[in-house]
C-alpha cells in the first residue's frame, strides 16, 4: 500500500472503502443470523417458561467477546458494541412471542 499522496493513495482509498463495504455486509449477514438464533432461544425461552434476560448468560457472552478479541478494538470497545447487539437480540426475542396483529380475531 503506498502511504504517499497521489493517484496510488486515491487508489487505496478506494480499494479499502470497498473492502469495508465488502466486511460490512458480511456483519450485516452474521447479526441477522445471530438474530435469527435469537428468536428460536425466546422461543425455547417461552416454552419453558423462563425469562427473556439472564443476566448471568449476558455476562458470559460479554466476557467471551471481550477475551476473543485480537484488536485492535480494545475490549471496552468490544464490550460496548456487544452491549448493544444483545440488546437488540433481547428486543427481537421479545417481539418474536408477540401475537400478530389481528391473529385470533375473525371479521
Given amino acids: 500500500m503506498n502511504s504517499g499522496h497521489g493517484p496510488d493513495a486515491t487508489e487505496d482509498l478506494t480499494r479499502l472503502r470497498e473492502a ?3 466486511v460490512d455486509e458480511v ?13 428460536q432461544v425466546g422461543e425455547i425461552k417461552r416454552a419453558l417458561g423462563l425469562p427473556i434476560y439472564v443476566p448471568e448468560r449476558e455476562k458470559e457472552v460479554l466476557a467471551h467477546t471481550e477475551q476473543t478479541s485480537a484488536g485492535p478494538l480494545d475490549p471496552s470497545a468490544i464490550r460496548r458494541l456487544f452491549e448493544r447487539i444483545i440488546d437488540e437480540s433481547r428486543r427481537v426475542e421479545r417481539e418474536a412471542g408477540k401475537p400478530e396483529e389481528g391473529a385470533g380475531f375473525t371479521f
Avoid: C, S
Fill in 20 to 22: 469495508i463495504d465488502r
Fill in 27 to 39: 456483519l450485516v449477514r452474521l447479526l441477522n443470523q445471530r438474530a435469527k438464533y435469537a428468536v
